[in-house]
């Protein structure tokens, strides 16, 4: 089991920034990626972005073409911890976000488990 505990949420203005962070703990030895997607109401979950977290496989970094260019994603192993970094945020990125463990991929289906989300809103 890995356990996955998303902060850093809250309202920002347009063009402002936030970091998310996801604080995991468990079997994380075995998670091979971490990625952050984000839900709307009445929207599906969407891909944001994804980071490979064992160290046994070649680094890897994927974006979704809607965040590329101002969201990054990182991690820090030693501290069991993934973060989001978001900048410029338009009011789109509104959602709630959230943590995943599993293989590295695009889908929701690849994640195993999941934190419980923090919100991001941002006003016009």
């Known amino acids: 089991q890995v356990q996955l505990v998303e902060s850093g949420g809250g309202l920002v203005q347009a063009g402002g920034s936030l970091r998310l962070s996801c604080a995991a703990s468990?079997?994380?030895?075995?998670?091979?990626?971490m990625g952050w997607f984000r839900q709307a109401p009445g929207k599906e979950r969407d891909f944001v972005a994804a980071?490979?977290?064992?160290?046994?496989?070649?680094?890897?970094?994927s974006y979704a073409d809607s965040v590329k260019g101002r969201f990054t994603i990182f991690r820090d192993n030693a501290k069991n911890t993934v973060y989001l970094q978001m900048n410029g945020l338009k009011p789109e990125d509104t959602a709630v976000y959230y943590c995943?463990?599993?293989?590295?991929?695009?889908?929701?289906?690849?994640?195993?488990?999941w934190g419980q989300g923090t919100q991001v809103t941002v006003s016009s």
């Open positions: 468990g079997r994380t030895f075995s998670t091979l990626g």
């Open positions: 995943a463990a599993g293989r590295i991929g695009v889908s929701s289906k690849d994640y195993d488990y």
């Open positions: 980071i490979s977290w064992n160290g046994g496989i070649t680094y890897y970094e």
